[in-house]
Nanobody, 122 residues
Framework: QVQLVESGGGLVQPGGSLRLSCVVS????????MGWYRQAPGKQRELVAL???????NYVDSVKGRFTISRDNAKNTVYLQMNSLKPEDTAVYYC????????????????WGQGTQVTVSS
């Protein structure tokens, strides 16, 4: 079973940057595709970015050109670099892992970590 610990959230002004981290333990990290998700108050959780075990990436349109997902297999960690943050990026951000890319794409997980709060406000 995979354990996930997200960190790096906080309060930032519009236009600012944050880097989120997600440390994975409990299994072989290199076998997993990874996804970053977010859930804003009153909204459904959405997939923000994914990175395959081979390093291919994909993003939701609203963050393209501003967010970058990456992974460090030596550290069992996936990152989300967030630049040019907007108030609408405010949400709790979660990561998750699966060996099946379709599961990452659908966000169809039975359990989630505690997430990390990102608040973009002046």
């Amino acid at each position: 079973q995979v354990q996930l610990v997200e960190s790096g959230g906080g309060l930032v002004q519009p236009g600012g940057s944050l880097r989120l981290s997600c440390v994975v333990s409990g299994s072989i990290f290199t076998m997993y595709h990874m996804g970053w998700y977010r859930q804003a108050p009153g909204k459904q959780r959405e997939l923000v970015a994914l990175i395959t075990r081979d390093g291919m990436t994909n993003y939701v349109d609203s963050v393209k050109g501003r967010f970058t997902i990456s992974r460090d297999n030596a550290k069992n960690t996936v990152y989300l670099q967030m630049n040019s943050l907007k108030p609408e990026d405010t949400a709790v951000y979660y990561c998750n892992a699966d060996r099946r890319l379709v599961v990452i794409s659908r966000g169809d997980f039975g359990s989630w970590g505690q997430g990390t709060q990102v608040t973009v406000s002046s």
